[in-house]
């Protein structure tokens, strides 16, 4: 097996979604991922997918009735709670809200600066998953 250092990514979030075919559109029209990967699974979902972001990567499918899928619930299911968030580092934390907004992002947290420095802001994509968008880099 490889170092984890020649790998972009050694943990890679995975989300399910309802309409996963239109989220990986508005993922990437909004937030600026790229298509890696993207797997039908031939009745009009997604069966697997990768989107890239700068080094790192998520992963997704479609919500499913199935054994795995049922450890998964939808932030709709939880009266719009979540478990887990992506936290995403960006260069540009105000231009990122900007084009986020512009395709419907929910915003959260308005851009702010926080107190352990950078500049953030936090929303939901159109299925309530939650999402954080900041320039504070943890490994610098």
Same mark, same amino acid.
């Given at each position: 097996?490889?170092?984890? !250092? ?8 995975a989300? @399910?979604?309802?309409?996963? /075919? $239109?989220?990986?559109? &508005?993922?990437? @029209? !909004?937030?600026?991922?790229?298509? %890696? $990967?993207?797997?039908? +699974?031939? $009745?009009?979902?997604?069966? %697997?997918?990768?989107? @890239?972001?700068?080094?790192?990567m998520?992963?997704?499918g479609?919500?499913? =009735? +199935?054994? &795995?899928g @049922?450890?998964?619930?939808? /932030?709709? *299911?939880? !009266? ?9 580092i960006?260069?540009?934390? *105000?231009?990122?809200?900007?084009? $986020?907004?512009?395709a419907?992002a929910?915003?959260? +947290? ?9 500049? !953030?802001?936090?929303?939901? =994509? /159109?299925?309530?998953?939650?999402? &954080?968008?900041?320039s504070?880099? /943890? &490994?610098?």
């Open positions: 097996m490889p170092e984890a !250092a020649s790998r972009p990514s050694t943990i890679i979030p989300l @399910r979604y309802r309409d996963a /075919p $239109a989220l990986i559109d &508005w993922l990437c @029209r !909004a937030f600026g991922f790229e298509r %890696h $990967a993207v797997y039908e +699974d031939g $009745a009009g979902g997604i069966a %697997h997918a990768q989107l @890239r972001f700068g080094d790192g998520i992963m997704l479609s919500a499913r =009735d +199935d054994d &795995w @049922r450890r998964f619930a939808s /932030p709709a *299911d939880i !009266a719009g709670r979540v478990t887990q968030s992506c936290c995403c960006v260069a540009d934390p *105000d231009a990122h809200h900007a084009r $986020a907004a512009a419907g929910q915003i959260v +947290d308005a851009p702010h600066s926080p107190d352990y420095g950078g500049r !953030a802001y936090s929303c939901r =994509d /159109p299925e309530g998953h939650l999402w &954080w968008f900041g504070y880099d /943890p &490994w610098a």
